[in-house]
């Protein structure tokens, strides 16, 4: 079966949330990639040069919140056409010239799903969580089409 409605709500519904306290969880998805991939600190421009991660910078939480947008977008995408379309061709640029590498993207997935589990509270269920990594997976195959 492919995406369902019922998994675009689910997705919609947590990204909404997640939005909602954006401070908070992008510290949350930072400190979870960090916590498994410790040198990945390195690629981040924001995060280099401090000392754990920072609170309050503007343009660390503006990317959290376009790495959780592009996978709901995805969601959306599945949903209505079975298929991801990347809408910023330099994506796979982007992430090429900053060095990152396949076994990255398990690691920003886990932070993600982790992340999510952390801002649904009572409301999180396996199956809220695997719609989002149904939509991540799909967007990631396209990120990585794009990188080779
Ligand atoms: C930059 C999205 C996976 C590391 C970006 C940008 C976006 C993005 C939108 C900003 C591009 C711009 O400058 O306008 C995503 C999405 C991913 C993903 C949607 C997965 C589905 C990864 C992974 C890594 C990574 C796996 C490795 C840990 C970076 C880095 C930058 C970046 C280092 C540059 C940040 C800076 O400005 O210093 N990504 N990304 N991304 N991404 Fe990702
Ligand atoms: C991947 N790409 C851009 C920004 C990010 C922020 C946190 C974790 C992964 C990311």
New binding site residues.
């Given amino acids: 079966m492919g995406f369902t409605e019922a998994q675009e709500v689910l997705v919609n519904s947590s990204w909404e949330a997640f939005k909602q306290n954006l401070p908070h969880n992008s510290i949350l998805f930072y400190t979870f990639?960090l916590e498994k991939?410790p040198a990945?600190k390195d690629?981040?421009?924001?995060l280099k040069n401090s000392d754990g991660v920072p609170k309050n910078n503007p343009a660390l939480q503006a990317?959290a919140e376009?790495?959780f947008g592009?996978?709901r977008d995805a969601a959306v995408q599945l949903r209505a056409k079975g298929t991801v379309t990347l809408g910023d061709a330099s994506?796979g640029g982007?992430?090429v010239q900053?060095g990152?590498v396949d076994p990255?993207?398990v690691?920003?997935k886990e932070a993600l799903l982790q992340t999510i589990k952390e801002v649904a509270g009572g409301s999180w269920s396996a199956e809220l969580s695997a719609a989002w990594e149904a939509a991540?997976d799909g967007?990631?195959a396209e990120?990585k089409k794009a990188m080779s």
Avoid at 43 to 46: E, H, M, N, V
Wanted: no cysteine; aromatic share 16%; glycine share 0%.
């Fill in positions: 990639v991939a990945a690629l981040f421009s924001f990317h376009k790495v592009l996978v994506l982007v992430h900053k990152v990255h993207f690691v920003v991540y967007l990631a990120i």
